[in-house]
């Protein structure tokens, strides 16, 4: 009997341990859990959702802390009808900045592709908030890259505005469309002032 219990809890310890450990991996660099394994995060907040066809969608995110702040990057594919999870991928943290959000998505030529918004300190008046364009593989998940996009020519600090709306992320005639406003840091009148930026999806984006 003893022997039995002692089997009994050493499997049950081995797999809390690799849920940690696959929770670790997402968390850390971004590895996509899929199937029965993928389940939306704590503390999850939906940013956008889009239809990527087939039946799925494409769900953006953040989750954050009981303060709604450390926001950290979800993308995840859902079934539309049933929101059963394909999969689901953390964006790693910049080193050394705040914190991130992933805010639009667009599936295009079998990736799909996340704008991910990251603020680069805890501070507002020291932090910038950056845009970087994430592609993952549409079928896994897996993180392709994750460039950040320069919505300027101007070389001094500045903070990037994308709002909500999928006219403010799309794609058009083989390109991505990225529509907002930005602001200089150290600008003490903070004019907004637009941008629009097109990158092309098969020169750029690999």
Known sequence: MAEQFLRSMLA???????????????????VPLTSN???????FQSYATTNVGGGLSCVVGATSDSEHSNERA?????DSKTHTLRWLTSIPLHAG???NRASHCVAEGGAIYALIQSDTNA????????????????GAGRIESNDLVKVTASA???TVFVYDGAENFRSDAGK???TGEYVSKGDPAEIRKPFTFAIPINNTLR
């Open 37 to 43: 394994a993928a389940k939306v995060p704590a503390h």
């Open 12 to 30: 049950s310890s081995a797999t809390r341990c690799n849920e940690l450990t696959r929770l670790a991996l997402v968390l850390l660099v971004g």
């Open 123 to 138: 501070t507002p008046v020291m932090s910038q908030t950056l845009i970087s364009i994430a592609k993952l593989d549409q």
């Open 176 to 178: 991505l469309v990225v």
């Open 156 to 158: 001094g600090a500045h």
């Open 97 to 99: 900045w705040y914190q």
């Open 74 to 78: 979800y993308v995840y594919i859902e």
